[in-house]
């Protein structure tokens, strides 16, 4: 038997409802599709006990299989046989393990706080019936892509999430913004989606298999060069659905979608599939050197390209989008250190999935009470007005810029020590970049916070019609406030559970060392001690973020202001989205018109050409058919007369 071998265990008990997981969100969302506007007054109820349901389901199911000794935490259940055609058999099965049951409670527990959220944000809408829906959607498909046994199953549940955050983006589709947002979420999407296709192709190819089990299997029995390509492939899959580097530029975009869906996407269920993917592929990234350097270095470049753009951004929810990019950064960088970091990859997921969400709920908190204003240089002293939500959300700073003792302190330093203690260069290429993408996260997300919440308004007058007049700040309702509490309560905590007494490692072993207590490759190359490495990181961050105070304490210009060109790059996206219009949308247009040209003038012209020479050819032919006996007569005549003057021709000739 191969090492990479895995078995399955049978579900008993409450897990043999693994399947009821999905189902119940999925039949949530087939009712409220269905009845449509019958079930516009109780639609959000059905949508929130749904997964609500699922967590409490989601939470026993946990406790079940932590009552199970190790060996016996995977556990399989076939449901149907789902493709047969040929040599190609693949059943639809699910998976529960340490790894996907720890994505449940996230996806079901923050989840199910944002839909309760959505009752207060969203009671006005009108189409309210049909978002909760479409969020029930987007859990079903989450759900189905962290508890499908085979790489085919995930690749269902990953175009599910691509569909449902189509729909949700562009949820407000009257509006040009969203409409041309969700375009761009969807066709990048594909560029990703492709990749990860490709590299369910090549298992089946060389290996007969699209199953977790039998690839993990059998991987090792693949040469170097296919093992790279394959984890090559799943990677370009990842970075298309987690918003990294090349195929980043989607993310921010998304926030033209209802807020409650940008915490939903950015905080518990989309962006995380990619992380997710290369953690449980991680058997053909152990194989690959390769494959693991390049994550890294995607992992790095992403989180500085995060944290550059976010230093530029005005917009409240564009710069937590960019600060979603870089965290996400940081969990690649920790998944392709391999070892114990896909371990300290996932404790960071789930700790960013609380504060994270937490700070999107508190942005959609702070635009209800200013009308739906976004630029925070026209905030400005809302602690004053939005106690709960300024609390709330400062906890959720405090957290993503890594304060002591709250979770991101937990969760973030360690991937940058195991970054560090990467052997060779590059170590000091990927923790240097960590180190930076600290401080930067602390400037930025400090500037957000302080002309938000602190300082003296800067708000429209009754006179700016423009911006909507002037707004009247006040607190948001309990049906919003409450999750946000919650959500704080994971931000300051959250990183502490999950790393006491390396709780989560010792639980993810199974899944993803493979035998408990197995070292690191990172482990073996210590480079700083880590109370050097923690200390740099708390000096860093404290300075990002007193600088910003300093500079931003008083306010700032409230129109945008000559910049030098670093400047000028980072509020341009550092022109990632004028190298994708001329590199490919641009050509992809010129192409099309040709094509059209070619079809219109070459294909149609021919056809239609054709068609005018027998039309006037006929219409031709068809006068000499006058229906006159006359006119008949003298054709004959004629053509007598013809006929004689022939002969009359030879027989003289």
Not at 607 to 633: E, H, I, K, P
């Amino acid at each position: 038997m191969s090492p990479l071998a895995v078995e399955y265990a049978e579900p008993t008990g409450s897990l043999s409802l693994i399947w009821l997981l999905i189902a119940l969100p999925l039949v949530g969302a087939t009712v409220l599709f269905l009845l449509g506007r019958r079930a516009n007054a109780w639609g959000h109820l059905l949508g929130c006990a749904t997964v609500g349901i699922a967590f409490v389901l989601g939470v026993v199911q946990f406790l079940q299989l932590r009552g199970l000794d190790g060996e016996s935490r995977e556990i399989s259940q076939q449901l149907f046989t789902f493709i047969d055609v040929g040599s190609l058999k693949v059943e639809a099965g699910l998976l529960y393990d340490p790894l996907s049951s720890v994505f449940v409670l996230l996806i079901t527990g923050v989840g199910f706080l944002i839909h309760v959220y959505s009752i207060g944000y969203m009671s006005h809408d009108e189409g309210r019936r049909r978002f909760f829906a479409m969020l029930n959607l987007f859990v079903a498909a989450m759900l189905l892509l962290v508890l499908g046994d085979s790489f085919v199953a995930l690749y269902v549940g990953w175009e599910g999430v691509g569909l449902a955050s189509y729909l949700l983006i562009a949820f407000w589709y009257t509006r040009p913004e969203a409409a041309t947002a969700a375009k761009k979420a969807f066709i990048m999407n594909r560029v990703g989606d492709v990749g990860l296709a490709l590299g369910i192709f090549l298992m089946f190819a060389t290996l007969g298999e699209t199953s977790f089990e039998g690839v993990f299997s059998s991987v090792d029995q693949l040469s170097s060069t296919t093992v790279t390509i394959l984890a090559l492939l799943l990677l370009l899959g990842a970075c298309g659905k987690s918003g990294q580097f090349p195929l980043q530029a989607w993310l921010p975009d998304a926030m033209a979608g209802p807020t409650p869906v940008s915490a939903l996407i950015h905080a518990a269920t989309m962006v995380t599939a990619g992380v997710y993917l290369i953690a449980r592929a991680h058997p053909i990234y152990d194989l690959s050197e390769t494959g693991q350097l390049v994550v890294c270095s995607i992992g790095a470049l992403t989180l500085l390209i995060g944290c550059i753009i976010g230093c530029a951004k005005d917009d409240i929810k564009k710069v937590l989008a960019y600060s979603t990019v870089s965290q996400i950064g940081y969990m690649f960088l920790a998944v392709g250190l391999g070892g114990e970091a896909y371990a300290l990859g996932i404790i960071h997921l789930l700790a960013h999935g609380f504060f994270k969400a937490g700070l999107f709920l508190g942005a959609g908190s702070v635009m209800h009470g200013m009308n739906d204003q976004v630029d925070i240089r026209r905030f400005g002293g809302l602690a004053k007005y939005m106690p709960i939500t300024a609390v709330t959300f400062g906890l959720g700073y405090l957290a993503i810029i890594g304060i002591p003792p709250l979770s991101g302190f937990f969760s973030k330093d360690p991937i940058i020590e195991h970054a560090f203690d990467r052997p060779g260069w590059t170590g000091w290429l990927f923790g240097g970049a960590a180190l930076l993408g600290a401080g930067l996260t602390a400037f930025y997300m400090t500037r957000l916070f302080v002309l938000t919440f602190l300082g003296k308004p800067r708000w429209p007058t009754a006179e700016d019609e423009q911006l909507g007049g002037a707004p009247h700040p006040h607190e948001s309702p309990l049906s919003m406030t409450v999750p946000m509490m919650l959500l704080a309560v994971g931000s300051v905590a959250g990183g502490f559970l999950l790393t006491q007494g390396d709780r989560t490692v010792h639980w993810l072993e199974p899944v993803l060392v493979g035998e408990p207590g197995g070292e690191s490759v990172a482990e073996s190359a210590h480079k700083m001690e880590p109370i050097v490495v923690t200390s740099l990181v708390v000096l860093f961050s404290l300075a990002g973020a007193a600088l910003a105070y300093l500079l931003f304490r008083r306010g700032t210009a409230q129109v945008e202001q000559p910049a030098g060109p670093v400047v000028v790059a980072a509020r341009r996206n550092l022109y990632a989205d004028a190298f994708n219009e001329a590199v490919f949308m641009r050509p992809g247009q010129w192409l099309t018109r040709a094509l059209v040209y070619v079809d219109s003038r070459g294909v149609d012209g021919l056809v239609n050409g054709l068609a005018a020479a027998v039309g006037g050819g006929s219409g031709r032919l068809r006068r000499l058919q006058t229906g006159f006996v006359r006119s008949y007569a003298l054709t004959m005549l004629g053509g007598a007369v013809v006929v004689l003057a022939s002969l009359l021709v030879v027989r003289l000739g």
